[in-house]
């Protein structure tokens, strides 16, 4: 479910204006029973319309969605789609590349095998020789033999990669770094212009082959390039020989070709050379023969066997692996204007019975902190699947090293090979690295079964049910398999990918991710951009989308509790005929007004310190507007802030005459104005009887001379001093507003309405504070949010302007109160609503430590505390000390019974 689905639909449709509108029709047809008067119903009608739609909430939403495009923003992610944030926050699985984005994409060469040698390319040539001169141990590298020289020079004319000359920025750089200063701009202005050429001839020098920079080509390449530009020139090699054909790399050959004109000095044709360059294992087997160096020998099952090893090695140390084989065509075959076919009848290019010429492999590190990103995503409930086109054993020491793959003893393919069977490895293991020929051959098996066999998909789900998952040399068509799969289990997937054929996948999952260095199709079709390429970023998007969600449910939370306040005067209204105790003007300057600015700070809320220790959301169960907010915030907050309101609202009453139990059924009883002789109701609502008499006006006869029903016991009732609070000790007894007695006069109710509005915007203000968190404590959360704190001041000053500034209390029927009637009347109500939700909030970290399933009670509680899930699934997995006191339990319990 979509973010906009579920907010649009779940509260502005069926909550709000459903529920507001149908009950405002309800209250509009009671009002007949006790009044004619059709404006007037429909002013209450509209008035139970106001108090259940939170009128802020659209700004709130707009808000939060651009607060989080902008922190997205700041960590280098473009977000194409707001909905696509709040999707990320509810993933439960991300299907990542290697390349790029769990590592640094920094190829760097490790280790070369050579004509059946080994060695370390962890240094270039000039290096070499400067770590010899200071007597340091190194590992010795024949740069200038023959073979060395033949095997840099097929690997310059097979990659296209260009290294960039340094421009003033870098040698600024290069000079500070030289000079052991941190910024560039340090350098002297006098000393750059005077040794810049100087710097630069350093730079260009084999030495610093390391810190050049690349102007085109990828990573691997060139790590390559920059390798052998430290002991040839390369550019010199790619200019002798002209391409006369090429195979680029796909995901399907898992190598490139290419075909090159050889010349000698003079320039006259000699032959053409085929050169294949691309995964080993695809590279070997394309191989009859073997480059020794002095001679080529036939390639035996033993060098065979040599190669795959050493290849192996290199790879278990995270290392990506490339194959170098070539083959010396004919001249007279192949003569020079011959034309290169890879296709059809007419097929001519060579791709079997080449001489293998060695193995270089190069490391490209982890990208910092990526281990701790992937744990917190494990802590979240995300799974972390890798995909990758490298080998089965990089792909596994990579995931190892990024946290992806915890203990590689519990490896499926590690515990086959330690002599367990299949079916007891798969039983026991805990991770599982795929091959992509293994994938695409069970694929092809499950293509055959009929969409209803039960078995179909069943070999996918069963790797995937693993808790750690690897897919090792895939294409992009398996990754599309990958994310249908995933998203079958009922997983939230998001995916990454960066070329053209990741389009299908980017377009299926639930998220699609492009790489920011990806092709502009993938960009197209994502609803993401990491601009960084990072790993991190996505995890940082994921808490951006739970804070999003978060951040709306606590504002709808807040937003609803004033509701039940704002309700519950026209239920007492209408069921027990009391003079309305909260106008419909006094509840739109709650909503609009002083609630409007506190609601829409949410927005900027900070994330509580759990929200990434967290299961994934249910998108389908767990609702923006779920009946557990519902009850928190009408059935919990919203009462106590209705008994709050009410209460000041017979308090005032009290204070000026009215006993609060005499006030019920008086709303509609009739009565005798005494000045003009008529019979007709008090009028509670309007200025125009201020200035009469309560108990005149329901103690005197009718025009006939008949005595009012009730007359007497509303005489004795009014009249009675026992009931009431001495005149003296109240505040004023004469309203300035309008120019009339307070004391049994309808002047009395506009004091009580202020009174009541007055407390629900102080049970408002705890009310911000008690929603900033879901299940910490204030204390933990802190108050770091600054406009929450403006809103709060907000608040206050417009609820004083509303009450104590002279000329707006006539029109909005407001009177200025003494501070008793809101401070010592309400603020009880005040540490109530604070003292319960910190009990509530103490109760479910207390609970969250029973382990689901033990204590069935328990699970149910903490699920009624936690409002802003729907499952009780919510509930997290004890800590270890949790479990080893249950144990303890269980242990003394069995002990008793032994005894």
Request: glycine residues 6%; proline residues 4%.
């Amino acid at each position: 479910m979509g973010f906009m689905d579920s907010c649009a639909c779940d509260i502005s449709l069926s909550s709000s204006r459903g529920f507001g509108v149908s009950l405002g029709v309800v209250f509009f047809c009671l009002g007949f029973i006790y009044s004619d008067d059709v404006l007037a119903n429909f002013v209450y009608a509209i008035g139970i319309i106001v108090a259940n739609v939170p009128e802020g909430l659209l700004i709130t939403l707009t808000i939060t969605l651009a607060a989080a495009a902008s922190r997205l923003g700041k960590s280098n992610v473009l977000v194409k789609n707001m909905q696509s944030v709040e999707t990320l926050g509810s993933t439960s699985c991300i299907c990542s590349d290697k390349t790029g984005t769990l590592t640094q994409n920094r190829m760097s060469p490790a280790h070369a095998f050579i004509g059946c040698k080994d060695y370390i390319c962890s240094f270039g040539k000039d290096e070499y020789e400067y770590y010899r001169k200071l007597g340091r141990e190194v590992d010795e590298i024949e740069f200038d033999s023959p073979m060395m020289q033949k095997f840099a020079n097929y690997l310059a004319m097979c990659s296209t990669a260009e290294l960039a000359d340094p421009d003033d920025l870098d040698i600024r750089e290069f000079m500070a770094k030289s000079l052991g200063k941190k910024d560039p701009n340090e350098v002297p202005e006098a000393l750059f212009v005077q040794q810049k050429e100087q710097y630069r001839e350093t730079m260009m020098s084999k030495m610093f082959w390391k810190d050049r920079k690349a102007v085109s080509g990828n990573a691997t390449e060139v790590g390559m390039v920059k390798f052998i530009s430290s002991f040839i020139d390369y550019r010199a090699v790619r200019d002798r020989y002209r391409e006369s054909f090429s195979v680029p790399f796909n995901s399907a050959l898992k190598y490139n070709q290419i075909v090159k004109e050889v010349v000698d000095d003079s320039g006259r044709f000699v032959k053409h050379l085929v050169l294949m360059k691309g995964a080993s294992e695809r590279v070997v087997l394309r191989c009859d023969k073997v480059d020794m160096g002095n001679s080529i020998e036939e390639m035996t099952e033993e060098i065979r066997n040599t190669i795959n090893a050493k290849n192996t090695e290199y790879a278990s140390c995270g290392e990506r692996v490339l194959g170098l084989a070539y083959l010396d065509l004919d001249p007279d075959k192949y003569p020079c204007d011959v034309v290169f076919m890879n296709e059809g009848e007419n097929k001519n290019v060579p791709n079997s019975g080449l001489v293998f010429l060695g193995l270089i492999s190069l490391m490209d590190p982890p990208r910092i902190d990526v281990e701790k990103s992937v744990d917190k995503c494990r802590e979240a409930g995300i799974k972390v699947i890798m995909v990758t086109g490298d080998q089965p054993e990089t792909a596994k020491a990579i995931a190892h090293k990024c946290h992806i793959i915890t203990n590689l003893q519990y490896e499926y393919n590690n515990m086959v090979a330690a002599g367990l069977s299949p079916e007891e490895a798969m039983d026991k293991s805990h991770a599982i690295v795929i091959h992509g020929d293994l994938l695409a051959k069970m694929h092809r098996q499950d293509s055959k079964k009929l969409p209803e066999d039960p078995e179909k998909g069943l070999y996918l789900q069963q790797w995937l049910k693993k808790k750690e998952v690897v897919f090792a040399r895939m294409n992009p068509a398996q990754k599309l398999i990958i994310v249908d799969a995933c998203q079958k289990m009922g997983n939230i997937v998001a995916v990454t990918g960066d070329g053209v054929n990741d389009s299908p996948a980017l377009e299926k999952a639930n998220i699609g991710i492009a790489m920011g260095s990806g092709s502009e199709v993938a960009k197209d079709v994502a609803d993401m951009v990491l601009l960084t390429d990072d790993f991190t970023s996505i995890v940082i998007g994921v808490e951006q989308g739970r804070l999003i969600f978060d951040n709306l449910k606590k504002s709808i939370v807040y937003t609803l509790a004033s509701n039940i306040p704002e309700l519950l005067p026209f239920i007492l209204y209408i069921a027990f005929q009391i003079p309305l105790p909260l106008t419909t003007i006094l509840i739109l300057f709650v909503d609009v007004g002083t609630d409007m600015w506190p609601a829409i700070s949410f927005a900027y809320e900070p994330a509580e310190l759990d929200i990434m220790k967290r299961k994934p959301r249910n998108p389908e169960k767990d609702l923006l507007v779920s009946r557990k907010v519902l009850a928190f915030a009408y059935l919990q907050i919203g009462i106590m802030e209705g008994f709050a309101g009410i209460f000041a609202y017979f308090a005032v009453m009290a204070d000026y005459g009215f006993k609060p139990m005499n006030l019920f059924f008086y709303g509609f009883q009739k009565g005798c104005d005494v000045k003009t002789g008529e019979y007709r109701t008090y009028d509670w609502t309007t200025n125009d009887d201020n200035r009469v008499n309560v108990m005149d006006f329901y103690a005197c006869r009718a025009p006939d001379g008949t005595l009012f029903p009730d007359a007497h016991r509303v005489r004795k009732e009014l009249s009675d001093p026992s009931h009431y609070v001495p005149l003296e000790d109240t505040m004023d007894s004469w309203s300035s507003v309008s120019d009339s007695h307070v004391r049994y006069t309808s002047e009395a109710l506009k004091y009580a309405q202020t009174a009541s509005w007055m407390a629900i915007v102080v049970c408002q203000w705890i009310n911000l504070i008690i929603c900033k968190t879901r299940s910490l404590s204030i204390a933990q959360q802190g108050f770091s949010n600054m406009p929450a704190l403006y809103g709060l001041i907000f608040e206050t000053a417009l609820a004083v302007l509303i009450v104590y500034v002279p000329f707006l209390n006539e029109p909005l029927g407001t009177r200025r109160l003494n501070i008793k009637h809101f401070g010592i009347v309400v603020f009880p109500f005040f540490a109530l609503i604070f003292a319960y939700d910190e009990i509530r909030k103490y109760l479910m970290h207390k609970l969250s430590k029973i382990e689901p399933g033990k204590r069935p009670v328990y699970s149910w509680l903490y699920s009624c505390l936690l409002y802003t899930s729907d499952a009780a699934d919510d509930m997290q997995c004890v800590d270890l000390g949790g479990r080893r006191n249950i144990k303890k339990k269980k242990k003394r319990k069995k002990t008793k019974k032994q005894k």
